[in-house]
């Protein structure tokens, strides 16, 4: 009788120990697959942030030569604009001048 008690208990222990080992075994696969499933999304996660950083600087880049091109265009108008005031009064010395060279009938 012994010896069956000794025996189911072998049976019972080895039993007991392939089913830990099954589920450790088991466990340990499916943490490792959730490692592979996490790091898979974060190495998307960060590939996907890149792209969207880089679309950034290009547009970022694009807005600095639409700037410089209206500050170039700023500088020409303003040019033009300080040539015209220039004109103007150019026009108007040479209205003055006419009026004093009639009253001093030079002309």
Same mark, same amino acid.
């Given at each position: 009788m012994q010896q *069956? &008690?000794?025996? +189911? !208990? #072998? @049976?019972f222990k080895s039993d007991m120990q392939q089913g830990f080992d099954d589920v450790r075994k088991e466990f340990k696969s499916d943490m490792q697959q959730g490692f592979n499933? /996490? !790091?898979k999304?974060? =190495?998307? *996660? &960060?590939?996907t942030v890149?792209?969207?950083i880089v679309d950034i =600087?290009?547009? +970022?880049?694009?807005?600095?030569? %639409? /700037? %410089?091109r209206l500050n170039e265009r700023q500088e020409r108008v303003e040019l033009r604009l @300080?040539? +015209?005031?220039y004109k103007f009064e150019v026009q108007d010395h040479e209205k003055r001048v006419k009026v004093l @060279? #009639? #009253?001093?009938?030079? /002309?």
């Open positions: *069956g &008690f000794d025996d +189911v !208990r #072998k @049976e499933d /996490v !790091r999304e974060m =190495r998307l *996660g &960060f590939s890149m792209e969207h =600087r290009e547009t +970022v880049h694009g807005l600095e030569e %639409n /700037v %410089n @300080e040539h +015209v005031a @060279e #009639k #009253k001093a009938g030079i /002309v």
